[in-house]
């Protein structure tokens, strides 16, 4: 290494740093308030489906948001809007334990700051010196692609996935009768687990061929629906509840790095926040859906055994609908290589 690289380094790693050290703290915020929906339930009598219901909309507005702060993050870069992300994320954390209504706990504060979001429309030079396409015109050429839709449905799994077991794997540990430690405990591997499994597949991503990447996402799916029924079928041991969070955690998210790259090799990367943000908005909604549905169906039974088995059919679809997707230009960016 030169000297003169050095500098370059060391900035890089800094904002590496910088980025993973926000998305800890925000995704650590969020990922553990599956903990505290038994102690809200007690606190506000609200029940685990209307207060599900409230964590599921979390999920929603936060993919709700993610076209609008993508676009604004393309062309004025990202700092301004990770502030107002971060500074929404404390004042909601801070303001939950003092709602007692379910329409207090969705803290629909995100609506307003999308509106603001989607009314910047600043513009930022493409490489190359050619012009960037429109925010709406990109978006028009993305959904005429079906890859971009089949990779859509199948992150639309992984947040249904993701979202479920953030939000009620507590209940879960809870209702195979385990101790709250162990509910603590699954959520930790789970967490740790998918540095392991997002790091590893961060590193793949950048030296795998597109099809690798496209058979590597299925094999995460098929992964995790073959995890989830050797679970409902093995005994409900702390042993084999901690297993199951390690796996779990090496899948959790470990779908993000091919799925943004598969975007990034699709579109290129002038609209690319914008429209992972699409994706992402799939993702969220499957993540609604997951959060809410595992509150409503343990209300009815008093179990979770319908979520498991649905997870396991999405889990199977996913795997199979990235078999057909395919790498392929624009036609407006064909028009503009010709």
């Not at 690319?272 to 799939?282: K, N, P, Q, Y």
């Amino acid at each position: 290494m030169t000297d003169s690289s050095r500098p370059v380094r060391f900035a890089l790693w800094l904002v590496l740093l910088a980025a993973a050290g926000m998305f800890a703290l925000t995704m650590g915020t969020r990922q553990t308030m599956g903990l505290f929906l038994g102690s809200l339930n007690t606190a506000t009598g609200l029940g685990i489906g209307s207060i599900s219901l409230a964590f599921a909309f979390g999920q929603l507005w936060w993919g709700l948001t993610q076209p609008f702060a993508g676009a604004v993050a393309d062309r004025i870069g990202t700092g301004r809007v990770l502030l107002l992300g971060c500074a929404l994320v404390a004042l909601g954390t801070f303001i939950t334990p003092y709602m007692t209504t379910t329409v207090g706990l969705i803290v629909l504060l995100a609506l307003p700051a999308a509106l603001v979001l989607k009314g910047n429309s600043a513009q930022a030079a493409a490489p190359g010196g050619q012009k960037n396409l429109t925010v709406r015109k990109a978006l028009r050429e993305a959904l005429q692609l079906p890859s971009f839709w089949l990779l859509a449905g199948g992150f639309f799994v992984c947040g249904f996935h993701v979202a479920f077991l953030a939000t009620h794997l507590p209940g879960v540990v809870a209702s195979c009768g385990l101790s709250p430690q162990v509910a603590a405990w699954a959520l930790a591997l789970l967490g740790l687990f998918n540095i392991v499994g997002s790091v590893g597949i961060g590193w793949a991503v950048g030296r795998w061929r597109m099809k690798s990447l496209l058979s590597l996402l299925s094999l995460i799916y098929a992964l995790r629906g073959l995890a989830v029924l050797l679970f409902v079928l093995a005994p409900k041991t702390e042993f084999v509840m901690l297993a199951f969070a390690a796996v779990m955690g090496v899948t959790f998210l470990s779908t993000v790095p091919p799925t943004a790259g598969l975007v990034a090799k699709f579109f290129g990367p002038a609209n690319m926040a914008m429209l992972f943000g699409v994706v992402m908005l799939t993702h969220q909604v499957g993540g609604f859906l997951g959060a809410w549905l595992g509150g409503k169906v343990f209300e009815a039974n008093g179990n979770y055994n319908w979520i498991w088995y649905i997870d396991i059919v999405l889990a199977v679809g996913a795997a199979l609908i990235h078999l057909p997707i395919r790498e392929a230009k624009l036609p407006a960016r064909k028009a503009a290589n010709a």
